[in-house]
């Protein structure tokens, strides 16, 4: 509302609500803290689980920091933000979520101290990203390079990646199976996708029962039961095209006047799709992969012919055959040739957990390959598919960038270390800001420590202590949480990839700026007075009160 002349002015409409200035701040701070303490539980190897549940009470239990943000029903534009971070964090690099969020609330919690000291927030803004800039190149500079061929670390890597996710009854099988994977779909040039390589999850048997097929599993079943449910010495036609006979592209009628035309109608559509499986028969395949439908009368003919045939096969499904297999996905029935067919030593249909899926295996130098995850319960099954999810793309980024760090919290020790010094040459406000930075990013040391049972204070002294005396590996002492002591991360094997800190940083440091910069917020009507599920729900989270509401503040 403003006021001209005596005469109000009705700017924003009735109910809307509006909060400025250092009010702002200090709500949207509370929020973004509030869902980083939401997290924070799960950091590291003893962290804890939460378990999360829907309006229609299903159940997820989980320490994937992305995945309990997304499951949990956020309402409030700055803890949103939060939320976003995270899913940036997974998308890039699939592990560090909790780290990146973690260190964005903590980034928040120093700007308010300097806030209060009457600190403007674009110094506080500068000052950060000073200080994220150089955090890139200290870690560049402390990262150790790694070869592909170095699969050891790798499967370190991947140890790192699943520590603390209910997987270490099986570690050694699960890292395994991720590094052979990856080292398998590695195209020659170094780039990984890690879209290649198929994870499917059943529930019965144990942890130890999950394998790698050197090929492809497809969840899906044979069209007709009359097709051999095995095929050796495969050769495979992947069809983009439906083995049906052509309906009209607009709507026609056809006048029947007598039942032998009607004959003829029926004959020559059953001739159509005759002529259609005899190319498929001719090109030589056995086994055919269809995105599309198979007709009835299409399948009993495949069947005589003894073709293995599965139909409605996903597209993402299809590329993932053309690599396992060498073959090309067709896109006209005309256009089947036998240059076009993959190969497989072996196509079978098996049952799993009283499912029938089909195996492709044994292929000739499969680019595309799946892991099969087994375990006791549905709930088992699917943290397990979240830990595996994660490994197999540190381990991806990992080959792609060459470069590792020590984990264990060792590189946030050796950051706030020399942010420190850095910050003392810099001289002016900013070097408050800096030092606000080095601060928080000991968060992730401390929150290890705490979650370990560990007093968070002595364990930080001996960390910096360590760190200062100096020497070849002092940066990579860590903490090790299993016997309350510093030590060395990379002969402990606790490694990650440098692109997980890189980023977590970057994007922590990012949020934290943008949300800092915010000094008025105005809501619509809807939102005024807090929106329905805002506050209530997530207090109820658990160490998540005095957030202020995470509606808006009412005026």
């Known amino acids: 509302m403003s006021n001209l002349g005596g005469q109000p002015i009705l700017i924003l409409k009735e109910g809307s609500s509006r909060t400025r200035g250092r009010d702002a701040q200090g709500a949207n701070i509370a929020a973004a803290k509030a869902v980083a303490g939401a997290v924070r539980t799960t950091l590291g190897p003893k962290g804890m689980d939460k378990m999360l549940v829907d309006t229609i009470g299903d159940v997820v239990i989980t320490n994937d920091g992305v995945t309990i943000l997304k499951e949990m029903d956020i309402e409030h534009p700055a803890a949103k933000m939060m939320v976003e971070i995270a899913k940036t964090q997974d998308d890039e690099v699939g592990d560090g979520t909790t780290t990146a969020v973690v260190i964005a609330g903590e980034l928040l919690k120093r700007a308010e101290d300097l806030l209060e000291q009457d600190v403007h927030p674009t110094v506080i803004a500068h000052g950060y990203r000073m200080a994220a800039d150089r955090a890139h190149e200290i870690l560049n500079d402390i990262a150790v390079d790694i070869q592909p061929s170095e699969t050891d670390m790798l499967k370190k890597i991947a140890e790192t990646a699943m520590t603390g996710k209910g997987a270490e009854a099986a570690k050694d099988k699960l890292t395994d199976l991720v590094v052979k994977a990856i080292t398998m779909v590695a195209d020659a040039d170094g780039t990984v996708d890690s879209d290649f390589v198929k994870v499917e999850k059943k529930v019965g048997g144990s942890i130890e029962d999950s394998e790698i097929i050197e090929g492809m599993i497809i969840d899906k079943e044979r069209v007709h039961p009359a097709m051999p449910k095995k095929v050796s010495d ?22 029947i006047t007598s039942p032998d035309q009607l004959q003829m109608f029926l004959d020559e559509e059953e001739r159509m799709i005759r002529n259609i499986v005899d190319k498929i028969v001719a090109s030589g395949a056995n ?134 010094d850095y910050a003392a040459s810099v001289g002016g406000r900013a070097q408050l800001a800096i030092e606000a930075f080095a601060t928080a990013l000991e968060i992730i040391p401390r929150t290890l420590a705490e979650n370990a049972g560990l007093d968070p204070i002595d364990m930080l002294v001996a960390l910096r202590a360590s760190h200062e005396k100096g020497g070849g590996d002092a940066g990579s002492m860590g903490l090790d949480v299993f016997n309350g002591k510093a030590d060395n991360m990379k002969t402990a094997g606790v490694i990650e990839p440098l692109r997980v800190k890189t980023q977590a940083i970057a994007s922590a440091a990012e949020a934290a700026i943008m949300i800092l910069r915010i000094d008025d917020v105005i809501a619509a009507s809807k939102m005024a007075g807090g929106p329905p599920g805002g506050a209530p729900g997530m207090e109820e989270m658990g160490g998540m009160g005095g957030m202020g509401g995470m509606g808006m503040p009412p005026m």
């Open 234 to 255: 495969a050769k495979i036609l992947l069809l983009n095209a439906a083995v049906e006979f052509k309906k009209t592209e607009v709507d026609a009628e056809i006048s």
């Open 287 to 420: 086994v055919l992969f269809c995105q599309k439908g198979i007709d009835d009368i299409a399948q009993h003919y495949l069947a005589k012919a003894g073709i293995l045939a599965v139909r409605r096969v996903k597209k993402s499904h299809m590329e993932k055959l053309s690599r396992a297999t060498g073959g090309a996905v067709v896109s006209s029935i005309d256009a089947i040739s036998p240059e076009e067919l993959g190969k497989a030593g072996l196509v079978e249909e098996k049952k799993v957990s009283g499912e029938e899926m089909i195996f492709v295996t044994e292929c000739e130098n499969p680019k595309a390959v799946s892991i099969i995850i087994r375990g006791g319960t549905e709930h088992v099954v699917d943290e397990l598919n979240r830990a595996m999810e994660d490994a197999i793309r540190v381990v991806s980024v990992a080959v792609e960038d060459h470069k590792f760090v020590a984990g264990g919290g060792a590189p946030e020790i050796e950051l706030s270390l020399r942010l420190r």
